[in-house]
């Protein structure tokens, strides 16, 4: 994913580590926690993007994300832009967005859900890739049998929003 120098970030604190939160002039483009699988190469290193704490959907997706974590919200309402990924990318990730809170599926179902039954692997790699951690809810995706596979910032933080979502804790500080 080859993302714009004219972005703007922010960095958020959240319970489970330093989340980067990367927007463009009209919405929200990226939320990665600092030390996740798939970063764009803007993060890994020096970021080439500008920092702007008081940019408004910056602030707006920091206030959201505080509220989700302190379990006060249940649906982020931002602008988001999805579109930095391929046609296949952005359709699974439109996907995860329709995954209600506290619930889950399978990335059977999101295939199924994209019309693409056959395209698990395909389905798998694109929720890896999901540029917006939390709010495009890829931790909401389980394996087949139900089991946590695979989260790009790790499966003790994909336990712990689950677990968030379901009202099952844990409430504290993971890292």
């Known amino acids: 994913m080859k993302l714009p120098a004219s972005l703007v970030q922010k960095h958020f604190h959240s319970p489970l ?12 483009v990226g939320a990665w926690f600092d030390d996740q699988a798939h970063l764009p190469s803007e993060l890994q290193g020096r970021s080439a993007w500008a920092s702007a704490p008081e940019h408004p959907v910056l602030r707006q997706a920091s206030r959201q994300l505080k509220d989700y974590f302190e379990g006060r919200r249940a649906r982020f309402e931002l602008p988001l832009d999805l579109s930095f990924g391929t046609a296949f990318q952005q359709a699974v990730w439109q996907a995860l967005l329709k995954i209600p809170f506290g619930h889950s599926c399978c990335y059977a179902d999101v295939a199924c859900a994209i019309a693409k039954p056959s395209a698990v692997r395909a ?29 790009a910032g790790g499966l003790e933080r994909k336990t712990f929003l689950l677990n968030l979502e379901t009202g099952q804790g844990p409430q504290g500080n993971l890292l």
Not at 17 to 28: E, F, K, M
Not at 131 to 145: E, F, Q, T
């Open 17 to 28: 580590g330093p989340i980067v939160l990367v927007a463009s002039d009209q919405a929200l």
């Open 123 to 151: 389905v798998g790699a694109a929720v890896g890739r999901n540029p917006l951690s939390i709010i495009v809810p890829c931790h909401r995706v389980l394996g087949a049998d139900g089991s946590l596979t695979g989260y």
